[in-house]
């Protein structure tokens, strides 16, 4: 089982110009590691919809790749995602998965089918082109970059420990400069990095 | 020109580069020929909360998608809706048609009359018809309802300039046939 730490720092040692689309517990970890117009903090609540919202991202900006850090709970909310990331062959989107089989910034409450759900596997038969699945730091950090190179769509479930991460809130007094704006001024910021800047 | 083929074209000028969403009876020959459009992107989800993200997320990437989903789905999509395209101030235009105007009509109701328990579960009235505009209303979405006689490309061209003015997501409920 890895640790928050040990999926982020890898992806923020490999990182170039991927879009970063975080949400719930892996939100402020992420901010402290990564001080990017191109990350965005999906954490207005939205129930489960970064992954979307970064499908999005992936097929207005096809020269770029776009990385969704989802939770397990997030990903059961929005599961037609995986199709439809496949369906329109977002080539360019990563869909990574911190599974910690619980609600843990609203109260470390279990998640439905905690330990026992195959999402490499639903990802796979939703016709991802790769669909991998990790529980040691080690191989992880040893694949990322093949896994942010390939060809996607791209699934990666990780397998992960509960962490000690709050209610996520935005004001200046938050560490992560995304979480200092309001979503609407971070959208602002974000969109003119994405449309004025060339790869 | 058919019906479809002119929104298609009203679309185009309007500047939209994606349409996002899931048909249903009266928005399916407008899928049907934007699959077929060389440059708008038809992107066709699984739930109407997914549209709603998958659009922002769109807009945030330079894009100018524009959202068709039945009025049923609409209801479905409200945190979707809130968390995302309102929250982020984008210019989303929806295009929502109106399923269960027609029976509400033949009912001799409509969104203002009080939604009592006998009303809504009156089997000759679709609930789903009279809770739409109120909804708008409460998640704070200025919309416009295109209905009879009215030109469906023109309530959807000034939908899509109202967003843009705006900058929040915006509706127009397609009451009548895009045919």
Not at chain 1, 4 to 26: C, D, F, K, N
Not at chain 1, 81 to 91: I, Q, W
Not at chain 1, 162 to 184: D, F, K, M, N, V
Not at chain 2, 40 to 51: F, H, M
Request: proline share 6%; net charge negative.
């Amino acid at each position: 089982m890895l640790t928050v730490a040990q999926v982020l720092e890898p992806l923020a040692r490999h990182r170039s110009h991927e879009v970063i689309v975080t949400t719930m517990s892996v939100t402020r970890p992420w901010g402290l590691l990564s001080d990017s117009d191109l990350d965005f903090a999906s954490a207005d609540s939205a129930m489960g919809h970064a992954a979307d919202l970064a499908l999005g991202i992936a097929l207005a900006r096809p020269e770029r790749k776009v990385v969704s850090l989802n939770g397990d709970g997030s990903m059961l909310m929005c599961l037609g995602t995986l199709v439809t990331a496949v369906a329109c062959g977002a080539s360019n989107y990563i869909l990574i998965v911190s599974d910690n089989g619980q609600y843990e910034i609203t109260g470390h409450q279990p998640v439905a089918g905690a330990g026992r759900v195959d999402y490499a596997g639903l990802a796979e038969a939703a016709g991802f082109r790769q669909a991998y699945h990790f529980d040691d730091a080690r191989t992880w950090a040893e694949q990322l970059p093949e896994i942010l190179s390939s060809l996607g769509p791209t699934f990666v479930h990780l397998a992960v420990a509960p962490g000690t991460q709050g209610p996520i809130g935005r004001s200046e007094s938050e560490p992560a400069r995304y979480l200092q704006h309001s979503l609407s001024e971070w959208s602002r910021i974000m969109r003119e990095a994405l449309t004025g800047s060339t790869l | 020109m058919s019906r479809p083929l002119a929104t298609v074209r009203g679309l185009t000028t309007a500047g939209i580069t994606h349409v996002v969403g899931i048909p249903d009876n009266t928005s399916g020959p407008l899928f049907d020929e934007l699959s077929r459009h060389p440059t708008i992107r038809l992107v066709t989800v699984t739930r109407e909360g997914e549209a709603i993200a998958l659009a922002s997320g769109l807009w945030l990437g330079g894009a100018s998608p524009l959202v068709v989903i039945q009025n049923t789905g609409l209801l479905e999509a409200g945190d979707g809706l809130r968390g995302t395209a309102t929250r982020m101030g984008a210019p989303i235009p929806m295009l929502i048609t109106g399923r269960g105007y027609a029976k509400m009509e033949r009912a001799n109701v409509g969104p203002d009359t009080p939604r009592t328990i006998e009303l809504l579960t009156r089997a000759d009235v679709d609930s789903t018809a009279l809770m739409t505009e109120p909804t708008l209303d409460a998640w704070g979405i200025p919309f416009r309802v295109c209905a009879g006689d009215e030109d469906p490309v023109a309530a959807i061209s000034a939908t899509v300039s109202e967003a843009s003015a705006s900058g929040r997501p915006t509706a127009v409920v397609m009451t009548r046939a895009l045919t």
